[in-house]
């Protein structure tokens, strides 16, 4: 008798936030608000991510990248917040490791520092409000590139 | 107070308040108010510095608030809450920080030039605010969940 097993199923969608391998992608969640936080993490972790670290400033956001590195795989990187903005966080998080992939998430009228993040290497950029579609669409195809 | 500065924050309310909540928003009769009003129970604040200066507060009742709250994070995945802690406040903080992002773009693009401050958030009853030598204009929205107020308080420097 042939078990389940041996059917393909083709209905199954392979998760976004899981590698070839299996492996979740690592993601830090960088971002003052503990909205945007739950917000973020709730959409990451339903397709598969795991969420490795979370931080509620620039200066908590380097520190944390540079303890979990090279176990992080993406930061999400908010750009107003208080003790270090997401700009100078992401600089020298790119400092430190000129491969990290960074996504910017902005609020709408910050478009200067959207532009000045992606010339100083972030990957993309996400402006608030978030929308599940949105957020996946930018990070997987950050993480393709 | 000139009228052309209240309407961006209207419309971003307007849309914002629209997308995030999913329902049908109805707006209210714009009033104006020269002496000090009663806060209504929740209220997000964001100040203006630059070619305008004031503040705008986004006011509304606890019960209103915490419907919001909740429409909002369960409509995103998220766990309601019970009772409005501080989850519920970073909502509505958040929930101004987006309508605020929006209607300074708008102004931005009419050629206006300033700075907001990050909303702070006002809970508690039976309080006033008071604006000395700049009255507020307030337009109410409607929906399901109950009235929510914007209330505009800016001048040209």
Redo the contacts between chains.
């Keep these: 008798m042939r078990t389940k097993g041996d059917f393909p199923n083709i209905n199954e969608r392979k998760a976004e936030g899981v590698r070839e391998d299996g492996a979740p992608y690592r993601v830090l969640v960088v971002d003052d ?4 936080t ?2 973020i993490q ?2 990451l972790t ?1 397709e598969g991510f795991e969420v490795v670290g979370v931080a509620v400033d620039g200066a908590e956001g380097v520190e944390k990248y540079k303890e979990l590195h090279p176990n992080v795989d993406l930061v999400t990187m908010d750009i ?1 917040m208080p003790k270090m903005d997401g700009v100078s966080a992401l600089e020298k998080i790119i400092e430190f490791d000129k491969n990290a992939v960074v996504i910017m998430i902005s ?4 478009q200067d520092l959207v532009k000045q993040s992606l010339m100083i290497g972030a990957k993309n950029y996400i402006v ?2 978030l929308d ?1 579609k949105k957020v996946l669409e930018r990070i997987v195809s950050s993480l393709n590139r | 107070m000139r009228v052309e500065y209240i309407n961006p924050f209207v419309e971003a309310a307007y849309s ?1 308040l629209t ?2 909540l999913n329902t049908d928003i109805k707006r209210g009769e714009l009033f104006l108010k020269s002496t000090s009003m009663s806060v209504l129970g929740v209220a997000a604040i964001v100040g203006l510095a630059g070619d305008v200066e004031g503040r705008v507060l986004f006011d509304m009742t606890h019960d209103t608030a915490m419907k919001v709250t909740n429409a ?1 994070l369960t409509s ?3 766990e309601a809450i019970a009772t409005f802690d ?2 519920g406040k ?2 509505i ?2 929930l101004a ?2 309508i605020t ?2 209607a ?2 708008k102004l ?1 693009n009419l050629g206006f030039s300033f700075d907001l401050t ?1 909303p702070a958030l006002i809970t508690g009853q039976n309080m006033e605010i008071s604006d000395q030598r700049v009255e507020a204009l307030i337009v109410p929205m409607e929906c399901q969940y109950g009235r929510i107020e914007i209330n505009v308080a800016v001048r040209e420097r």
Aim: charged residues 20%.
């Design positions: 608000s503990m909205f945007v739950k917000q709730q959409i339903s107003t609020a709408l009228g910050k608030k409000p599940r | 914002v997308e995030v909002m995103m995945g998220m501080d989850m970073a909502t903080t958040e920080n987006m992002g929006q300074v773009t931005h990050p």
